[in-house]
């Protein structure tokens, strides 16, 4: 499977990524996954390499302006710098999802939504044992 940036030229050549797993480690089959590491780091597959990857950092997405039509984002550093290369990176119509643990102490959905204007859904799930808000932002509806 190739990796970084030559999997981007092959794969993505002058067309829209579906899908983008932002600090993804492989859970989606179809979606490109931007990691700075190469290997997976939880579960029983840590130390295997991640599939479809980006090599990259939420906070300089290297990918152009306009050009990811779904974004998700779990369990993942939610920088200020990288909420605004999610926004940069996102298609007009396009739907991103975040899913975070949520507490009085941290909130980080707060700033993605300040810094994201859509159409907002907020919900509670369970995700690998963990309870997560679920924020969905859908671009060009709100
Ligand atoms: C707690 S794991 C979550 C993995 C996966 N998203 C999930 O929920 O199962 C955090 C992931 O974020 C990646 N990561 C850390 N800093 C990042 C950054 N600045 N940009 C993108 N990914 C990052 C880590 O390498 C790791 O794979």
């Known amino acids: 499977m190739p990796t970084g940036d030559s999997f981007v030229r ?3 050549r002058g067309d829209m990524i579906a899908l983008l797993d932002v600090g993804g480690e ?3 089959a179809t979606a490109m996954n931007l990691n700075p590491s190469a290997e997976k780091t939880l579960g029983p597959d840590k130390g295997r390499p991640i ?3 980006i090599d990259g950092r939420a906070e300089d ?3 152009p302006d306009s050009s990811v039509k779904a974004i998700v984002v779990e369990r993942t550093p939610l920088r200020n710098e990288a909420i605004d290369e999610l926004a940069r990176v996102a298609t007009n119509d396009a739907t ?11 909130d980080p959905h707060a700033r993605v939504v300040e810094q994201i204007n859509g159409e907002v859904e907020i919900g509670q799930l369970e995700f690998d044992g963990q309870m997560v808000q679920q924020l969905t932002i859908r671009l060009g509806a709100g």
């Open 51 to 53: 599939p479809n990857r």
């Open 96 to 106: 991103l999802v975040f899913r975070h643990p949520v507490d009085e102490h941290s």
């Open 10 to 12: 092959d794969r993505c």
């Open 61 to 63: 997405i290297p990918l």
């Open 26 to 28: 492989g859970r989606y």
